[in-house]
C-alpha cells in the first residue's frame, strides 16, 4: 500500500529534550516537505526537500533541523523543544515533475506536546 | 497578512445544496492544492491544478492564473463532506490558506 508514515504519533516531552520524529514513504517521491498546524494559524511549512541531500527552508524553519540522506526517510530533528512547538505536525511527500504538478500524500501526523 | 486568502470561513449547507469555497493568493504560483481534513486531523490530496478545471466525482476545481484565484466546487453536497478545506498556493514552497470548515446538514 502506498503510503507516508510518521513517528511516534502522540509524543509529550519536556523543554530541552531532543527528538526526532521521523517520516518515511515507500513511493519512491523525490519531493518530501513537513507542516506544522496549529489552531488559528492553520499550517505552515517548515522544511522542504527537492531530493537526497537538497533541502530548503519553509515558513518556519526556526528550531527545526532536517536531513534527507535516504529518498524515501525525510526524519524533522528538534534539538532543544520549547512550548512554543507545540503543535501537530505532518509530513507529506510527492513526485517531482518538470512541467507537471503532482498531488501531495499526507502521514497521518504527529501530536507533539512540549512541557 | 496571509498570501493566500480564502472564503468563506465557515459554511453551513442543506443536504443537496452546491457548495463554491474561493481561494485568492497574492504570490505568483506553479500549481494550487484543494486538500480537505476531516476531524480527527488526516489530510487528504483533492486536486492539484496549474491550470483549468479538475473533476473528480462530485467536486470540480478551477483556476485562473491570471486573476490568482481559484475555486472549489461541490455539486449535491452531502453530510460525508463535512470537513475542512484547505487551499495551499505553490508546488515546492507551500503557502496554506487558514481554511473552510464546511457542515453538511441533512
Known amino acids: 500500500e502506498a503510503q507516508v508514515t510518521q513517528n511516534p504519533r502522540y509524543l509529550i516531552t519536556v523543554t530541552g529534550k531532543k527528538l526526532t520524529v521521523t517520516c518515511s514513504q515507500n513511493?519512491?517521491?523525490?519531493?518530501m516537505s513537513w507542516y506544522r498546524q496549529d489552531p488559528g494559524l492553520g499550517l505552515r511549512q517548515i522544511y522542504y526537500?527537492?531530493?537526497?541531500?537538497?533541502?530548503d527552508k519553509g515558513d518556519v524553519p526556526e528550531g527545526y533541523k532536517v536531513s534527507r540522506k535516504e529518498k524515501r526517510n525525510f526524519p524533522l530533528i528538534l534539538e532543544s523543544p520549547s512550548p512554543n512547538q507545540t503543535s501537530l505536525y505532518f509530513c507529506?511527500?510527492?513526485?517531482?515533475?518538470?512541467?507537471?504538478?503532482?498531488?501531495?500524500?499526507f502521514g497521518p501526523g504527529t501530536r507533539l506536546t512540549v512541557t | 497578512k496571509n498570501e493566500v486568502e480564502q472564503s468563506p470561513q465557515n459554511l453551513t449547507a442543506q443536504e443537496g445544496e452546491f457548495i463554491t469555497i474561493n481561494c485568492s493568493y497574492s504570490?505568483?504560483?506553479?500549481?494550487l492544492h484543494w486538500l480537505q481534513q476531516h476531524p480527527g486531523g488526516g489530510i487528504v490530496s483533492l486536486f492539484m491544478?496549474?491550470?483549468g478545471k479538475k473533476k473528480h466525482g462530485r467536486l470540480i476545481a478551477t483556476i485562473n492564473i491570471q486573476e490568482k484565484h481559484s475555486s472549489l466546487h461541490i455539486t449535491a453536497s452531502h453530510p460525508r463532506d463535512s470537513a475542512v478545506y484547505i487551499c495551499?498556493?505553490?508546488?515546492?514552497?507551500?503557502?496554506f490558506g487558514t481554511g473552510t470548515k464546511l457542515q453538511v446538514i441533512p
Open positions: 507529506a511527500s510527492s513526485l517531482k515533475g518538470t512541467g507537471v504538478v503532482y498531488e501531495q500524500y
Open positions: 513511493m519512491n517521491h523525490e519531493y
Open positions: 526537500s527537492m531530493n537526497v541531500e537538497v533541502t
Open positions: 504570490v505568483g504560483i506553479s500549481a
Open positions: 491544478l496549474s491550470s
Open positions: 495551499a498556493a505553490g508546488y515546492q514552497k507551500v503557502t
